[in-house]
């Protein structure tokens, strides 16, 4: 797991801004900001924030739905154009989305036979009998009975819906697949049915996974590396033990200290009355500064770099870390 299969340099995403007629400037919202990521090899990341964070839209960008305002995307070293057709159809073969509802992601007119076979007809170019052996491969796989291919989305379960919507993702036989809440949709017991599957599936085609989602136990059952995210942008990242054990951002201990536990009160520490960064004007320094009860003068000037603290493998953007002393805080804003 240490070759990095996918990176993401100075990744910005802004939806509208721009001119008006007169050359007036219109504001844009700032949902990724400068975001920088590598995905190494065989690894599940798990990526993990509020709402509105920027997680689906980074997904997005990395799949070729949407493309980047600026920065670029690497794939094995190779920069991404994703507004190539001939790149974004290079793209569709290698990674893959799997979508947060399972049953409004296919298309309602179509056959579950006719929505496999769409990708192996128009990114491998199968022909009929190799689609027929793709096709019960991929049933196999995910444990659906043959003759589920010609019935309808409607037909199916919600846990149903979401074990099609992998095969589909998997029928372009992809090195990396983008799970975007693959799970939040579903009953708890059927949660654990396609986590498990998810596991097998990637032990078995040796894939990649890039995992969304706002459940932290899920995240932590699943992942090799965490990265959490606030407004747009990376403010932890770490091995996965690492940060279920000690947290070092401020924001990401709020998540943690927010997980619902019988007999608990609520969240200590924060001001209720802290107002969201606004999105068409995000702020010079820290976006998490009004709602942090450690937030200093610095944090409000100037956005802390994402750093190593303590442990090199374990990097936070933060001037006054988690459970770090004064002289470790220092160390960490002078690198």
């Not at 010609?150 to 990396?176: K, N, T």
């Not at 799970?183 to 969304?212: E, H, M, P, R």
Request: aromatic share 6%; net charge negative.
């Amino acid at each position: 797991m240490d070759a990095t299969i996918l990176e993401a340099k100075q990744l910005v995403r802004t939806f509208g801004g721009g001119r008006t007629l007169f050359g007036r400037e219109k504001p844009g919202v700032h949902a990724v900001r400068e975001m920088e990521l590598q995905v190494r090899r065989g690894e599940t990341l798990g990526i993990v924030g509020e709402s509105g964070c920027g997680k689906s839209t980074l997904a997005r960008m990395l799949v070729g739905l949407d493309s980047p305002t600026s920065g670029d995307i690497y794939l094995e070293g190779a920069a991404m154009d994703t507004q190539s057709a001939r790149q974004r159809h290079d793209l569709a073969k290698r990674i893959q989305y799997v979508f947060q509802d399972p049953v409004s992601s296919l298309n309602p007119r179509k056959t579950i036979r006719a929505s496999l076979e769409a990708p192996m007809i128009h990114l491998l170019g199968l022909d009929r009998d190799a689609r027929r052996r793709r096709l019960d491969e991929l049933m196999d796989a995910v444990n659906l009975r043959p003759e589920f291919l010609d019935r309808y989305p409607h037909e199916f379960s919600g846990g149903q819906a979401q074990r099609i919507g992998i095969a589909r993702a998997l029928a372009a036989q992809p090195e990396i697949l983008v799970l975007d809440e693959p799970v939040s949709a579903l009953d708890v017991s059927v949660q654990a049915q396609v986590l498990n599957l998810l596991a097998d599936l990637k032990d078995k085609y040796g894939l990649t996974y890039i995992f969304i989602s706002h459940d932290l136990s899920v995240v932590e059952a699943v992942s090799d590396r965490v990265m959490v995210m606030y407004f747009g942008s990376v403010v932890e990242l770490a091995e996965s033990e690492s940060l279920f054990r000690q947290p070092r951002h401020q924001y990401t201990k709020l998540l943690f200290d927010s997980v619902p536990l019988p007999g608990k009160r609520g969240v200590r520490g924060e001001d209720g009355l802290a107002e969201l960064p606004d999105p068409l004007n995000p702020p010079k320094g820290c976006a998490f500064a009004p709602r942090c009860a450690e937030a200093s003068q610095q944090c409000r000037e100037a956005m802390p770099p994402l750093n190593p603290v303590v442990d090199i493998q374990h990097y936070t953007a933060c001037y006054h870390p988690v459970g770090t002393g004064p002289q470790e805080s220092q160390n960490t804003r002078d690198q």
